[in-house]
């Protein structure tokens, strides 16, 4: 055995050890990232909703889906604000869909969207547009 | 001396070990893409990966329930694995009569399969009232024939004058095995914790029968439970193929270096 072995504290060597620092690692970027959900699970679901020229639409409707099993069904609906802003604050799911409609300027198509977790708040990168078409 | 070129066997090293991984690769591409394992041409590099189907795996059943149960149930029988393993190979170290009838007994064991003590397994596990519990799911797995071996191989190859000097010295036999044996058998054990553990977390059919609640089930019950439930399932199925791996394979990368040797060691002084 080596000097340098030998000298080596025994707090030290369990610390060092591949398994504990492996499991460490492990526990504490679990931690990590449970932390980061319970700060960003309230469940708030914002975006914007426009029409074809990228005008906002006030008093848009825009509905949520939620998967339930194998298929999608509207958990809430939200109203979008003067400046074509909506938020939804009650979603409970993972793997939702959004799509908005005014009647006089169109809907839009439905726009699925992944969550990293459930009721992660999500602002919607980009805005539901509205078309006559869709 | 004469020294050949090391490179024309790394390379084949190389190509052997590129081709073992390919279907890891595989299996890891397509949990992060979920494209059609039948699609021609094939891609080779995935494209818009996601982790999203892990997420799904985890919402869609239980998961951290089964992975609980299949860590409960592999640490128990990683743990009788060690100990009754070490015992028995210690046992047969040792001279005594019918030593050569009980070493072929265990090896005519070997050849038994599973499959076929299964229903002695079950009444007694219920008549010791452990169906669906941790303890019934890790019972039939607490001690294997083989790893008995790789204990008895490493623990042959201990000095006998170490065991002579212990025992003069007024150690009892149980620790002369722990405090003597057991330190010098690191490949047998880490032998034994990652066979116990491989073996109790791949283990389908045991839990299959022994367990009555979903509560109870371990991950590869899980995986057929999840197979049932789903209907397109290539990316989500792949995904927890790979959740449920890792830690097995967790484990074989931390420990091969003792595995190896304790393997080794049981090929060369059995």
Not at chain 2, 46 to 66: E, L, N, Q
């Amino acid at each position: 055995m080596s000097s340098a072995a030998i000298e080596t504290p025994l707090w030290r060597k369990l610390i060092l050890n591949r398994f504990v620092l492996t499991l460490g690692i492990l526990a504490a970027l679990t931690l990590a990232w449970n932390a980061y959900v319970s700060t960003h699970d309230h469940g708030r679901v914002s975006g914007r909703v426009v029409d074809a020229e990228g005008r906002p639409v006030a008093a848009a409707t825009v509905v949520l889906w939620v998967l339930n099993f194998t298929t999608y069904v509207e958990k809430t609906r939200a109203t979008t604000d003067a400046e074509g802003r909506f938020l939804i604050t009650d979603n409970d799911s993972h793997n939702i869909r959004l799509a908005a409609e005014k009647p006089g300027v169109g809907r839009s198509p439905r726009v699925p969207v992944r969550l990293y977790f459930r009721a992660e708040d999500v602002e919607l990168l980009q805005p539901l547009v509205l078309s006559a078409s869709g | 001396m004469l020294r050949y070129p090391r490179w024309p066997i790394h390379a084949m090293l190389l190509a052997v070990s590129f081709l073992m991984l390919v279907p890891f690769y595989w299996v890891v591409k397509t949990s992060v893409t979920g494209e059609n394992i039948f699609a021609y041409p094939p891609s080779v590099l995935p494209k818009s990966p996601h982790p999203f189907y892990y997420v799904d795996v985890w919402y869609y059943i239980p998961f951290a329930r089964y992975f609980l149960n299949s860590v409960v149930v592999s640490a128990l029988a990683v743990i009788a694995n060690v100990v009754f393993n070490a015992l028995a190979g210690y046992a047969l170290t040792r001279e005594f009569r019918a030593k050569r009838f009980v070493l072929l007994l265990f090896l005519s064991c070997m050849m038994v399969p599973f499959q076929a003590t299964i229903i002695p397994a079950y009444l007694i596990t219920g008549r010791l009232g452990l169906l669906d519990s941790y303890w019934g799911l890790a019972l039939p797995q607490f001690s294997t024939i083989v790893c008995i071996f790789v204990f008895k191989a490493s623990f042959d190859a201990v000095p006998r004058s170490l065991v002579d000097a212990a025992r003069i010295d007024g150690l009892a036999e149980w620790r002369i095995v722990w405090k003597v044996m057991m330190p010098l058998a690191k490949g047998a054990i880490a032998t034994n914790v990652i066979l116990g553990f491989i073996w109790s977390w791949n283990n389908f059919l045991w839990p299959l029968i022994v367990t009555r609640s979903a509560e109870m089930q371990t991950l590869p019950l899980g995986l057929a439970r999840f197979l049932s439930y789903q209907e397109d399932t290539t990316g989500a199925l792949y995904a927890f193929c790979i959740m449920v791996l890792a830690p097995g394979i967790l484990l074989f990368l931390l420990a091969q270096k003792e595995f190896i040797r304790g393997l080794a060691s049981g090929a060369t002084k059995g």
